[in-house]
């Protein structure tokens, strides 16, 4: 039995549920943005603040911030606080899967 219909729980034949297409359809949404593409692919290996993302990245905070808060509310990345400091890192195996999956498809397109 693979991955996908260990966890679907219905027939593979079956339509997909509202919500099941709804989180699909956002997850999709999260990653049809180069900068946030940018922003995860970042965070694939460490955990970074957005100073840091903002730096490497030559982005500005405020665009950084926007898009961490936008990842966050979908939990596809976290943060923890040391000091004044917030440190962000991503949050979901399998949408960073993706991503690498994707940017893999992407290198021999
Ligand atoms: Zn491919």
Same mark, same amino acid.
Request: glycine share 2%; with cysteine.
């Given at each position: 039995?693979? #991955?996908?219909?260990?966890?679907?729980?219905? $027939? %593979?034949? /079956?339509? =997909? $549920? #509202?919500?099941?297409?709804? %989180?699909?359809?956002?997850?999709?949404?999260?990653?049809?943005?180069?900068?946030? &593409?940018? &922003?995860?692919?970042? =965070?694939?290996?460490? #955990?970074?603040?957005? *100073?840091? &993302?903002? /730096?490497?990245?030559?982005?500005?905070?405020?665009?950084? @911030?926007?898009?961490?808060?936008?990842?966050? *509310?979908?939990?596809?990345?976290? !943060?923890?606080?040391?000091?004044?400091?917030?440190?962000? @890192?991503?949050? $979901? #195996?399998? %949408? &960073?899967?993706?991503?690498?999956?994707?940017? !893999?498809?992407?290198?021999?397109?």
């Amino acid at each position: 039995m693979d #991955e996908y219909s260990e966890h679907s729980g219905t $027939d %593979v034949n /079956e339509d =997909l $549920d #509202e919500e099941t297409l709804f %989180v699909v359809s956002q997850t999709f949404k999260a990653l049809g943005d180069p900068t946030r &593409i940018r &922003i995860l692919h970042l =965070l694939f290996h460490h #955990e970074y603040s957005v *100073n840091q &993302i903002a /730096e490497t990245l030559r982005l500005r905070q405020s665009t950084v @911030s926007h898009q961490l808060r936008f990842l966050k *509310n979908l939990r596809l990345v976290k !943060n923890r606080r040391q000091g004044t400091t917030l440190y962000y @890192s991503h949050d $979901d #195996e399998h %949408v &960073i899967n993706l991503l690498k999956q994707t940017i !893999n498809h992407a290198y021999h397109c």
